[in-house]
């Protein structure tokens, strides 16, 4: 359990739309479904439609500052199924890269990798309490994209298993690479919030709103989204 599962889901029922990804850049093939994540009715770029309300908002933020800068769609709407499938990926991933063979893992090996995945991965549950954030189609993964159509080095790539992961990782660091990064990443978190977002304090790509880890961040007494099939 996380903390801001304790947090009561009004389902208010808005529909899941489409992202008119025409406003947006994006990542194409998605980075999941060429990895041979199946999706059902809905693709990964739906969301709420307040969701993608504030995702438009976000974006004419961005332009205002950075003109001709684009938000990069990394991940939307992603059905439990998915999440499972991600995680049971990025825990053969970590084995991988450790250089060890899941049959031989230790008990405390095998924790470990665990608690990895976990810390940026929430847990697939299927309970209506407690839903993955991305299956209430509340939760999006962006990025930057720049006047020239390059995406934006943010210092670490999305879903890395790291502390470069965290929003502030390079906040202290006086390298000239570290501030840029940090700028990118403040800039990216100021529309967004500017937008009416939340951003995961543990991922600086992640954001949110309307359902639970919002409604924790912002002090709201309860979720207007809770999982969507
Ligand atoms: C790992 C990242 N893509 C992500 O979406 N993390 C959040 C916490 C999630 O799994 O919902
Ligand atoms: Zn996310």
Known sequence: MRPY????????GEPLVEIPL???????????????????DYSPYYLRQSVVNNLIQAQSYLESLRPHWRMQIFDGYRPVAVQQFMVDYSFATAIQER????????????????QAVYEIWAVPSLDKKTPPPHST????DVTLVDDRGRVVDMGSPID??????????YAHNEQPAAQQ??????????VM???????????????????????????QPTAMYGRVI
């Open 5 to 12: 599962h304790q947090i009561l889901i009004l389902e208010c």
């Open 160 to 169: 890395e298993l790291s502390e470069r992961s965290h929003p502030d990782y």
């Open 181 to 190: 990064y940090h700028t990118h990443r403040q800039l990216l978190c100021d």
């Open 193 to 219: 919030l500017k937008a009416g977002f939340q951003r995961n304090p543990k991922e600086w790509w992640h954001f949110c709103y309307g359902d639970q880890m919002w409604a924790w961040l912002s002090n």
């Open 137 to 140: 189609g509340a939760a999006v």
């Open 22 to 40: 025409e406003l947006f850049a994006v990542e194409s093939p998605h980075p999941y479904a060429k990895l041979g994540a199946i999706y059902g």
């Open 99 to 114: 250089g060890w063979v899941e049959a031989e893992l230790t008990p405390q090996q095998r924790q470990e990798i665990w």
